[in-house]
């Protein structure tokens, strides 16, 4: 295989993908770097204002792919199902679909003053809502497009959580593990039932600074670590939080033919994380 061979498969021009969670700040930057390389990109968000605030930072250009603001819920289906005919209709097709929405809700997490005996069941719902049926929900709704054409991609975000479950935050560290498991389900399921182009993976980010966690691995007015922060470097062997781009290889290569061979894997992106033993 030569040097042309091998630059085309990370090529994306005339293929479209739809990111969940779009405007996050994982998922912002999955965008850009996917217009930049040819692709059609839906940056699909529940808040379209959030949105355009990437606008500026989207390649344009000679070359580049485009782009388009879409609004949809991950919990609704009949939002995402609106949202897929409005995909279709700009772009024409969907190729690839890229799971980025997610999070956790401080009412469940434990602390000080937060009981785990305590915590409210309706903020444990939230949590394993947002992050399993919401993953599961456009997985159905764009899975559909997939098994019409017999061929797709569908890239989930796990977590570390899911590995080695996190002090703290029980219902997100269960969530992300079902994550995990859904997509070796899905894997297996897409490949015998509608064709074995189907491809379905998931990442799994270590510890990167979000606006969901910033504040609970820097103090807000320093910036220094917390406690909470310093521990969790010590036990990275890279020794620094990830940058939203540090995911973006491994994104291209799960969405890409490179991986063609690939499916129902969690890959890890994590600084050594799952490695290191602590000692």
């Known amino acids: 295989m030569n040097l042309e061979e091998l630059t085309r498969w990370y090529d994306f021009h005339g293929r479209a993908v739809v990111i969940t969670g779009g405007a996050g700040v994982l998922g912002g930057e999955m965008a850009c770097a996917l217009v930049g390389c040819g692709a059609d990109v839906a940056i699909l968000d529940r808040d379209p204002a959030m949105a355009e605030k990437l606008v500026h930072r989207i390649p344009t250009g000679p070359g580049v792919g485009r782009y388009a603001i879409v609004y949809g819920d991950v919990l609704d289906r009949g939002k995402l199902e609106a949202a897929r005919e409005r995909i279709v209709a700009e772009f024409g097709r969907v190729d690839a679909l890229v ?31 947002l992050n399993l049926t919401g993953t599961v929900l456009p997985s159905q709704v764009f899975g559909k497009v997939f098994a019409a054409q017999r061929a797709g991609v569908i890239v989930n975000i796990s977590s570390m959580n899911a590995l080695r479950p996190l002090t703290r935050i029980p219902a997100y560290s269960a969530a992300k593990a079902a994550v995990s498991n859904f997509t070796q389900w899905l894997a297996v399921h897409m490949a015998q039932e509608y064709g074995p182009a189907i491809r379905v993976n998931a990442l799994a980010p270590g510890f990167f600074l979000t606006e969901q966690n910033r504040f609970l691995l820097t103090e807000r007015g320093s910036g220094e670590l917390t406690a909470r922060g310093r521990s969790i470097i010590g036990h990275t062997p890279m020794a620094r939080f990830g940058a939203p781009e540090d995911l973006l290889g491994t994104l291209l290569w799960l969405l890409s033919p490179a991986s063609a061979f690939v499916t129902g894997v969690v890959v890890p992106v994590d600084g050594g994380f799952a490695a290191f033993s602590g000692v």
């Open 99 to 129: 799971n980025a929405a997610g999070g956790n809700d401080p009412r469940a997490t434990t602390g000080p003053t937060a009981s785990f005996f305590d915590l409210p069941p309706e903020a444990l719902r939230q949590v394993l809502d």
